[in-house]
């Protein structure tokens, strides 16, 4: 089975910008346009691959007036997207002419680590992987094919500490321990896209406060609904944590729970998938409601913001 991430979760500023900076400047395929299915006076936003893959997708809710948020213990640090190796240049140069703000190249587990902010100044990077040049990238307007980005690489959350968080991830996630780099401890699943969780052990540390360029929840895989009811089991079994009730995303069916470090984690079903309710030629083109928000339709689109003229 495959595991890993399935999505990460964010707050963003205004949609537009949203779309503009992670379509346009960065070269992802927007794979759904939807609403907070809390909260249906607002966006969510789907990015992704061409395949839109799980292991692909950072989502978004934008929110206008959203105030800023603030990293700090308990959150996630960063997010971080695979690219070839050979095309860290190429970004290092797209970044310097589209005037967004990043740091030098580094280098993070023998990989080199482009490190950036968006908009909103969330914390993201861009990892040079050999060997991927095969992987689904799809075609985009703005960035040449060898330099597409080929889905999440994985994450950094900032802990208190590592252990209750990195036995929920091997002994529950699908991950294993892959090491250790200074303050930093690795853990890898199987998946490829989306497959590395990095927890930087930062003791008593200040704590994070939601808002725009915040990370809100990380979302894992579970191939389907028999395996994300046995991953419930061996959280309450052995962890003696429990999660919220199955709720319908349409496009994944999820179950939450706040991990000991803080962290908001789901586990999200790999099925149905995003072509349940559009052709993957056409994601993203249409607003999608669920089934409950349809006779509202006129009024839903009538409250959300345009996202272009």
Do not use: C
Not at 225 to 241: F, I, K, P, S
């Amino acid at each position: 089975m495959t595991h890993g991430l399935h999505h990460v979760t964010a707050i963003s500023g205004p949609a537009r910008r949203n779309l503009d900076f992670y379509t346009r400047t960065l070269g992802l395929r927007l794979v759904k346009k939807t609403v907070n299915f809390d909260d249906p006076g607002s966006y969510h936003l789907y990015y992704g691959n061409g395949e839109a893959e799980p292991g692909s997708l950072l989502t978004f809710f934008p929110w206008d007036h959203a105030a800023p948020g603030r990293v700090g213990i308990g959150e996630t640090q960063e997010t971080r997207f695979r690219v070839p190796e050979a095309a860290i240049g190429f970004w290092t140069h797209r970044l310097i002419a589209e005037g967004v703000p990043h740091e030098a190249p580094v280098r993070l587990f023998g990989e080199t680590v482009l490190a950036f902010r968006d908009p909103d100044g969330m914390r993201l990077s861009l990892v040079g992987v050999p060997g991927i040049e095969d992987e689904a990238a799809g075609e985009t307007g703005t960035i040449p094919a060898e330099a597409v980005i080929r889905g999440l690489h994985g994450v950094s959350l900032l802990l208190r500490e590592v252990g209750a968080t990195g036995a929920i991830l091997t002994d529950v996630l699908g991950f294993a321990d892959a090491g250790r780099e200074g303050t930093t401890h690795r853990f890898r699943a199987s998946g490829g896209i989306g497959g590395l969780v990095d927890i930087r052990e930062a003791g008593d540390f200040l704590p994070g406060r939601m808002g725009a360029g915040s990370v809100h929840h990380i979302a894992f895989r579970a191939a389907d609904d028999a395996e994300q009811a046995a991953m419930r089991a061996r959280l309450a079994g052995n962890h003696r944590l429990r999660t919220t009730e199955q709720q319908d995303r349409n496009y994944f069916r999820s179950l939450y729970f706040r991990e000991p470090g803080g962290v908001l984690f789901e586990i999200a079903t790999d099925i149905p998938g995003f072509t349940v309710d559009e052709p993957l030629a056409d994601l993203g083109s249409a607003l999608k409601l669920p089934a409950q928000f349809e006779p509202f339709r006129h009024e839903i689109e009538a409250r959300l913001p345009a996202l272009a003229d």
